[in-house]
């Protein structure tokens, strides 16, 4: 059976079985104790698991960053909340040069359970520094694996994951994506990484999306069965580790791909994507590989300028269409 | 004070002993080390501990089983003192499949988690909050382990000094930061990097129980060291431990160092700290020139089978290199 629950819900349930199941998970963040966190996930959890196991820090994010990358080769295992991915940025060498080399430094004796949650993303109006779509600087590190949730369900299995396995972890939500609704197993629910998921069939082209890509490509999809084309939607779930085999098994069936990023155009995951396409599925393709994505610029504050610098539905639904062959909407209307 | 009482009161023959022994033994490592660098056996980077040893020495000698510690970029001196195989780290110099890290990190990368080593670091000022974290996560498991990170002059002006000293302070961590102050950032002199040289008043700032010693000699780190580590454990750290030394040459085997004045560091050799972890041994355990002798052989013995060991040990293959890939 399953039940109606928002994402940060779904979030808040994996902490909680986590927390519960292993005495040596704890989170640490801003303003998560109390006060239970901007996006109310860990709300209540500190009157369920205590001050020892669900702290506030000061605002120092290298500091936590770092402290929970320490933890994490100690023996722990770690959440550490950052509120916003740009803030990220100031605890990127914990990340880069610690978590993600430790293993290979000690010749694979020591393994960083460490879980980064944060969020990115526009839609909030926060502008250039609150909007970013980082995930690609994460991709590009080797030992770093990135998850990009867009369901309560894959927030909930893919966190719980998270925590059962032994590798630096970078988990992206989307501030948009929170207060989406969406059935959620009773029973324990695991997603494993590297499994992606087909969230609509169809036969006539791929879309391939992630995090709040996701809702935009199935209602891009939506547009598109009404237009008589069938696209298949397909969420990787998680970037690192990619789902190689997904991708290209429905590419051989659609023949035609469209890839969708909320991040920058410019080396971004959806170039790397294309590339894997073209390299291991060449002549499948009918089609040129469109991607949707970002401009080249930082989120601007004004709403219609903020639109503008993202992928919107209709950019998917124009870009199947091209790679369909099909004649733009507009003249097709004629 | 008669020279009976005062016998009286000094420390045990072992604990005299330990030090010496451990103070000569990163000696001879780094200055044979230096010599199978001189041949073209180790690449990269080797920073020598030459003229600090009497900080780890001091430091690790006051710490237990399950405690942690963690490293700087000149960290062979602490994996000595924390009690490492000569053998396995000779080898990681060497790059040799029985080396700590298997040939896969090198000199800057020893590590050895199984026994509580965090791990030397390439990144200056990486192991202070890497160190809070070791003690944050036995504090979670409600373990009396202490956590000592060693750092240094140059890393003291890196922000995450402040931030994981602070966070350890706020959680009253069994942490114990050690500054090894050698008054350089590789050729950058401390005058120049900070208006404030006494580099403990950081941790006062804060709120955190800070001390300044001798780092040359190595009882005194030690006694001072006992003090902090106990007070960890009985749950009032942390504790900060500003250590003054200097290096015996330059940043690293190929820096000359020629911006070290000659008088600083003939002060500063006259302070040797192997010289008075040795004659400490002499003076206050009455250990004869022939039992120092014989400790002195039996290490220079230790580190000539090791490279023995290390010469005869095997590289990491390729296809082993291939799992590891697929795996990562």
Redesign the interface.
């Known amino acids: 059976m399953a039940r109606e629950i928002m994402y940060r819900d779904a979030l808040r349930e994996a902490i909680d079985e986590e927390m519960e199941r292993d005495a040596t998970v704890f989170i640490l963040g801003e303003g998560i104790a109390e006060r239970g966190g901007s996006y109310k996930v860990t709300e209540g959890l500190l009157a369920k698991y205590g001050a020892k196991r669900v702290r506030d820090t000061p605002i120092a994010e290298a500091g936590m960053i770092g402290v929970g990358v320490g933890a994490a080769i100690a023996g722990a295992r770690p959440i550490v909340e950052i509120l916003y991915i740009d803030f990220a940025m100031l605890g990127m060498d914990m990340l880069v040069n610690q978590a993600a080399k430790f293993r290979l430094m000690t010749g694979g004796d020591g393994r960083v359970p460490f879980v980064m949650r944060t969020q990115g993303g526009t839609g909030g109006g926060v502008a250039a520094q609150h909007s970013q779509s980082l995930e690609a600087l994460f991709y590009h590190i080797p030992g770093l694996k990135v998850v990009m949730p867009s369901t309560p369900a894959d927030a909930k299995g893919l966190l719980k994951y998270a925590l059962r396995q032994s590798d630096p972890v970078m988990f992206l939500e989307h501030k948009h994506l929170y207060m989406t609704k969406g059935l959620v197993p009773d029973d324990e629910h695991v997603v494993e990484f590297g499994k992606a998921d087909i969230k609509r069939p169809g036969s006539d082209v791929t879309l391939i999306a992630w995090s709040n890509m996701v809702p935009r490509a199935l209602e891009a999809a939506a547009k598109l069965a009404e237009q008589g084309i069938e696209a298949e939607v397909l969420d990787p779930r998680t970037l690192v580790p990619l789902d190689k085999q997904a991708i290209l098994a429905s590419v051989a069936r659609t023949n035609r791909v469209v890839i969708a990023q909320e991040a920058v155009r410019r080396g971004g995951v959806a170039s790397d994507i294309a590339s894997i396409i073209q390299e291991e599925a060449f002549f499948e393709l009918d089609a040129p590989i469109e991607i949707v994505a970002g401009l080249n610029i930082p989120i601007p504050f004004n709403l219609e300028l903020e639109k503008a610098s993202v992928p919107q539905v209709d950019d998917i639904v124009a870009a199947a269409r091209r790679a369909l062959h099909a004649k733009p909407l507009a003249l097709a209307a004629e | 004070m008669s020279a009976q009482a005062s016998k009286a009161n000094a420390p045990s023959r072992a604990l005299l002993e330990k030090l010496f022994r451990t103070a000569y033994k990163i000696r001879v490592f780094e200055t044979e080390g230096i010599k199978l660098y001189r041949q073209g056996l180790i690449r990269g980077y080797f920073h020598p501990y030459l003229g600090q040893e009497g900080i780890a020495t001091g430091v690790c000698a006051a710490l237990s089983e399950g405690d942690?510690i963690?490293s700087t970029h000149r960290g062979h001196g602490h994996c000595i003192a924390w009690g490492a195989d000569v053998n396995r780290m000779v080898a990681e110099l060497l790059q040799k499949e029985s080396?700590?890290?298997?040939?896969?990190?090198g000199s800057m990368?020893i590590?050895?988690?199984?026994a509580g080593n965090?791990?030397a670091?390439?990144?200056v000022g990486?192991g202070?909050?890497?160190?809070?974290?070791?003690a944050?996560?036995?504090?979670?498991?409600g373990s009396d382990a202490v956590?000592v990170t060693f750092t240094t002059d140059g890393a003291s002006n890196n922000?995450?000094f402040?931030?994981?000293l602070?966070?350890a302070a706020?959680?009253n961590l069994a942490f114990v930061l050690v500054i090894e102050n050698n008054q350089y950032a590789v050729s950058t002199r401390i005058e120049e990097s900070t208006r404030e040289v006494e580099l403990y008043k950081r941790g006062l700032s804060i709120g955190v129980e800070s001390h300044q010693v001798d780092g040359n000699d190595p009882l005194a780190v030690y006694n001072l060291t006992q003090q902090a580590v106990e007070k960890c454990r009985r749950g009032e750290g942390p504790i900060l431990i500003e250590a003054k030394t200097y290096r015996h040459m330059g940043h690293h085997v190929n820096d000359p160092g020629k911006y070290m004045p000659a008088d600083r560091l003939a002060y500063y050799k006259e302070r040797d700290p192997v010289d008075r972890a040795r004659n400490a041994l002499v003076e206050m355990a009455d250990v004869d020139k022939a039992e120092i002798d014989a400790i002195e052989s039996e290490i220079r013995q230790e580190f000539e089978d090791a490279v023995v060991f290390s010469k005869a040990s095997r590289e990491i293959s390729l296809a082993e290199f291939r799992e590891?890939v697929e795996?990562?």
């Open positions: 942690f963690a080396g700590y890290c298997r040939g896969y990190g990368h590590a050895d988690i199984s965090l791990g670091n390439g990144i990486a202070t909050p890497l160190g809070v974290g070791a944050l996560a036995a504090q979670i498991k956590t922000g995450t402040l931030e994981s602070n966070l706020i959680w590891f795996a990562y």
